[in-house]
C-alpha cells in the first residue's frame, strides 16, 4: 500500500492543469490534499493490521526504564 | 516589514504586548512543568518514558514543524505556485508516518530496553563501535546547529518586520532588534527547558503546535473574508499568476520525485530520537503515525492557499508588495486584515513554531554533550543521578549561549542550509534503518556509509552552495534531481558493499537487538 500511494504521489497528470475544484482549490493541490487523507487512512489501516504484536512486551523484558547505559 | 504595511497598519504596540502576554504563558508553562519535574536523570533526559499519544503527536508534530510551516509554505506557495504542497508536504504526511511506525517504535523499544537516552548511545552499542560516536557526533551537531541559527535568526526578522514603527525614539526604524528579540526567546526556551528538559519541550511543544494550528486557519479565513471569499480569491490568482496553479515551469519532475527522500531525515533527527524515547508505550505512537499527514494537511493547504492568492494580488496590484517572500504571510495580515490583535497572535503563530522546533534541538544538544561525551569519556559512574541533570543544565545554557552568539555572525547563505540539513539527516537514514531490520549490517559498513555521506554532502554542498555563482535562481540540482538522491544512494551502497565483504556481527550480541525468530 505504501509502494501504491508512493506512485500516485507523482500525479504527472495533474502537472498542467489549472482545473479548479470546488471553485477555489486547483486540482494539483486538491489531489495532494486528498492524498494527505487517503496516507492517514492507509496508517490507520497498517495499525490495524500490521501492527507489530509482541514490541511492548519485547521492549520491557529487561525492566531498565530509565536507566541510562553508556 | 515595508513602507507599504506601515501606511496599513500603524504603530499600535498592540502586537507586541499580544507576544508578550504569549511569553508570560510560556514561561508559566515552564513554572507548572518543573512541579512535575521529578529530579531524577531519566525524568530530565526521557520524561520517565511516561508520555502519552496525545502529547507524542503533538510534540512530535511541532518539532517537525519549524518557522517554515506557516510563513515559510506562504512565501514559496507565493514563489512557486501549488506544487510546494505536493514538493514538501504531501510526501511528508506519507514519509514521516512510514518513519515513525518503522524506525520510531522500533526505535522506542529497543530504547527502553537497553535504556538510551541518545542516537549516539544506541548507534555505539548496536555497532560496539565508540569510534562510530566520536564520528556521528560532529556530524549530528554540525547539521543541528544551522537549523538552531534559522530559528533564531528567523525569530528575529519576523519579530524586527512586525513592530516596525513601534519605537522610534529607542531603535533604529523603531522595530525591536534582531538581538533583542532572539535574546527573549532564547531566554524564554531556556527556562522551560532548564527546569522540565524534554518534559518541558513537550508541554511547551503541544501548547504551540496548538497555538500555530490555529493562527494558521485564523489568518486563512480572515484574509479569504477580505479577499471576497475563497472563489473570488482563486480566480484572480487565475487571471493574473495562472502559472501559480500547475507545476509547469515551477518544479521539475525529477526534483518532485527525488524531493520525497528530504522527509527521510526525521528518522535521524537526533531531538526527534529523543522525543520517541519519551512515548509511554508503543501505542502511543498510533496517534502520530495515523494523524500526522493530516496535520500537515490542516497547516499547509491553508498557507499555500495564501500564497497563491499573494501571488494574484501581487501581479494585479502594483500596490501589493510584500517585502519578501517569508513576509508575505505577516504581510498579508498587516495588510487586509488590519487588526492589530491578530497580528499579534499571529507573530504568536509564528514565533511558537519557531520555539516548539528550538527547545527540543537545545534539550537534545545539552542530553548528547552529557551523555555521548562527558559521560561516555569519563564514566557514568563517576556522577550522581542529580550531578547528571546538573551537567546537562550547564550544557543547555553553553548552547543556547552560543547559539545566540553565533547569530551575530551568521554564515552566508544561512537560510539556504536548511534543505542541506535535511539532506545530511536523510542520507543518514540508510544507516538507521539497517541498523533496526538488517543483521548483516557490520560496523565498518556503518563507518563507511557515514564517512560516504560526509564526503558527498561536503562535495556537493560546496558545489551547490559555496562555489555557486552569485544570483544563480532556484534549487541546485544533479542530473534534474535533489543532491540528496546522489548523497543517499553513495550512502546506501557504501553500507551495503562493505558491509558485504566485512565479517558479519556476532549473533549473541545482535539478540539485545532483535526479537527471537526475526528474520533479515
Not at chain 1, 509502494?3 to 477555489?24: E, T
Not at chain 2, 521529578?38 to 514543524?65: E, N, Q, W
Not at chain 2, 510546494?84 to 504526511?93: D, H, K, P, R
Not at chain 2, 549516539?120 to 560496539?128: H, K, N, S
Request: with cysteine; glycine share 10%; charged share 10%.
Amino acid at each position: 500500500m505504501v509502494v501504491v500511494l508512493a506512485v500516485l504521489h507523482q500525479d504527472v497528470w495533474n502537472w498542467n492543469s489549472k482545473a479548479l475544484v470546488l471553485g477555489f482549490i486547483p486540482v494539483g493541490l486538491a489531489y495532494h490534499a486528498l492524498y494527505s487523507v487517503a496516507a492517514a487512512l492507509m496508517w490507520m489501516a497498517a495499525l490495524r493490521w500490521a501492527w507489530p504484536s509482541g514490541v511492548e512486551a519485547w521492549a520491557n523484558e529487561t525492566g531498565e526504564d530509565g536507566e541510562v547505559s553508556q | 516589514m515595508s513602507l507599504a504595511l506601515l501606511s496599513a497598519a500603524p504603530a499600535d504596540r498592540t502586537p507586541l504586548f499580544v507576544v508578550c502576554g504569549y511569553m508570560v504563558m510560556l514561561l508559566g508553562l515552564g513554572v507548572m512543568t518543573q512541579r512535575k519535574f521529578r529530579g531524577t536523570s531519566a525524568d530530565y533526559f526521557a520524561a520517565g518514558r511516561s508520555v502519552g499519544g496525545f502529547l507524542l503527536l503533538m510534540s512530535v508534530f511541532g518539532t517537525t514543524m519549524t518557522a517554515f510551516a506557516l510563513v515559510g509554505s506562504t512565501g514559496k506557495a507565493f514563489d512557486q505556485g501549488i506544487g510546494v504542497y505536493g514538493l514538501m508536504a504531501s510526501s511528508s504526511g506519507l514519509v514521516h508516518s512510514l518513519v515513525f511506525f518503522l524506525v520510531g517504535i522500533r526505535l522506542w523499544a529497543v530504547g527502553k530496553r537497553n535504556g538510551y537516552v541518545t542516537q549516539i548511545q544506541y548507534f555505539r552499542d548496536r555497532f560496539q563501535s565508540s569510534l562510530l560516536g566520536w564520528l556521528l557526533f560532529p556530524i549530528l551537531v554540525g547539521l543541528v546547529i544551522p537549523y538552531l541559527l534559522i530559528g533564531l535568526l528567523g525569530s528575529g526578522i519576523v519579530v524586527k518586520g512586525m513592530t516596525r514603527g513601534m519605537f522610534p525614539e529607542m531603535f533604529e526604524g523603531g522595530a525591536v532588534p534582531p538581538w533583542l528579540s532572539g535574546l527573549v526567546v532564547s531566554a524564554v526556551v531556556l527556562f522551560y527547558i532548564f527546569y522540565g528538559g524534554i518534559r518541558g519541550a513537550v508541554w511547551a511543544n503541544t501548547f504551540q503546535t496548538l497555538v500555530f494550528m490555529v493562527m494558521g486557519i485564523v489568518a486563512f479565513f480572515l484574509i479569504s473574508n477580505k479577499l471576497g471569499g475563497v472563489g473570488a480569491a482563486t480566480q484572480k490568482a487565475l487571471e493574473h499568476a495562472p502559472d501559480h496553479l500547475s507545476r509547469t515551469g515551477m518544479i521539475g519532475k525529477a526534483q518532485f520525485l527525488s524531493y520525497g527522500l528530504v522527509p527521510l531525515s526525521v528518522g535521524m533527527f537526533p531531538h526527534l530520537f529523543q522525543h520517541w524515547l519519551t512515548a509511554k508505550s508503543a501505542k502511543s505512537f498510533r496517534l502520530s503515525v495515523a494523524w500526522h499527514p493530516v496535520f500537515i494537511a490542516i497547516v499547509w493547504v491553508p498557507c499555500i492557499l495564501m500564497g497563491l492568492w499573494a501571488a494574484g494580488l501581487a501581479a494585479s496590484d502594483p500596490a501589493f508588495n510584500p517585502p519578501s517572500s517569508n513576509g508575505v504571510l505577516p504581510y498579508m495580515v498587516a495588510k487586509l486584515v488590519q487588526s492589530p490583535l491578530i497580528s499579534g497572535m499571529l507573530m504568536a503563530g509564528i514565533l511558537a513554531a519557531i520555539m516548539s522546533s528550538l527547545d527540543s534541538q537545545f534539550v537534545c544538544l545539552g542530553t548528547m554533550f552529557t551523555h555521548d561525551v562527558v559521560l561516555h569519556r569519563v564514566g557514568k559512574d563517576r556522577f550522581d543521578d542529580r550531578q547528571r541533570v546538573l551537567i546537562a543544565r550547564g550544557f543547555i545554557v553553553a548552547i543556547v549561549t552560543i547559539t545566540y552568539l553565533l547569530t551575530f555572525f551568521p554564515p552566508p547563505h544561512i537560510f539556504d542550509l536548511a534543505v542541506w540539513c535535511f539532506s545530511g539527516f536523510a542520507s543518514l537514514f540508510p544507516l538507521v534503518f539497517a541498523s533496526l531490520y538488517w543483521r548483516r549490517v557490520t560496523r565498518a559498513g556503518a563507518l563507511a556509509s557515514v564517512i560516504a555521506m560526509a564526503i558527498s554532502w561536503f562535495w556537493l554542498f560546496y558545489k551547490g552552495l559555496i562555489a555557486r555563482p552569485d544570483g544563480a535562481e532556484g534549487d541546485y540540482l544533479v542530473g534534474g534531481m535533489m543532491p540528496v538522491a546522489v548523497i543517499f544512494a553513495i550512502s546506501t551502497v557504501a553500507l551495503v558493499l562493505v558491509s558485504l565483504v566485512t565479517a558479519p556481527p556476532d549473533e549473541r550480541h545482535l539478540a539485545r537487538f532483535f526479537r527471537s525468530g526475526e528474520a533479515a
